[in-house]
């Protein structure tokens, strides 16, 4: 385990509207806030379209395969995500959400180009007086957090 503290900076109540995209619409709002480290809740709606990674093909695997879902139709969403920049000091979204439709629910990690439907609530808690960032892991290809 690694570990770092950080204080609760600004707080944000956003409203994402039909159309935007995620994780980019998150991520435009931080940069443009001067956010760089963050806790991030959402709830809403998605549209038909976009995916989510819903683990890896085996987990023996490194690096590992993506199972990569696809959306199809309306879904309901709920999701929570951290926000660390990256090497060139971007700040880069992380969220794994909870997608419904007709009684079946999917979970995942959210790919570029998932769509708002209608509306989208956002809370985004700002980290203060922290360094952690995301580091690229040579063995998962993933980017890391580094408290």
């Not at 990256?86 to 998932?114: K, Q, S, Y």
């Not at 509306?119 to 890391?144: H, M, P, Q, S």
Request: hydrophobic share 40%; aromatic share 4%.
């Amino acid at each position: 385990m690694k570990y770092s503290g950080a204080h609760l900076g600004r707080v944000f109540v956003i409203r994402l509207e039909h159309g935007d995209k995620l994780p980019a619409a998150i991520e435009s709002f931080a940069a443009e806030h001067g956010v760089l480290r963050g806790l991030c809740v959402l709830v809403g709606g998605i549209n038909d379209g976009g995916r989510i990674v819903v683990g890896p093909e085996d987990g023996e695997v490194s690096p590992p395969v993506p199972v990569l879902f696809g959306i199809e139709g309306v879904h309901e969403i709920a999701g929570i995500g951290t926000i660390f920049p990256d090497r060139e000091g971007r700040p880069v979204l992380h969220m794994h959400a909870a997608l419904g439709r007709e009684g079946i629910t999917r979970t995942g990690c959210i790919r570029p180009g998932v769509e708002v439907w209608q509306v989208g609530e956002v809370i985004l808690l700002e980290l203060t007086e922290n360094t952690a960032r995301r580091l690229e892991d040579r063995a998962t290809g993933f980017e890391l957090l580094e408290p």
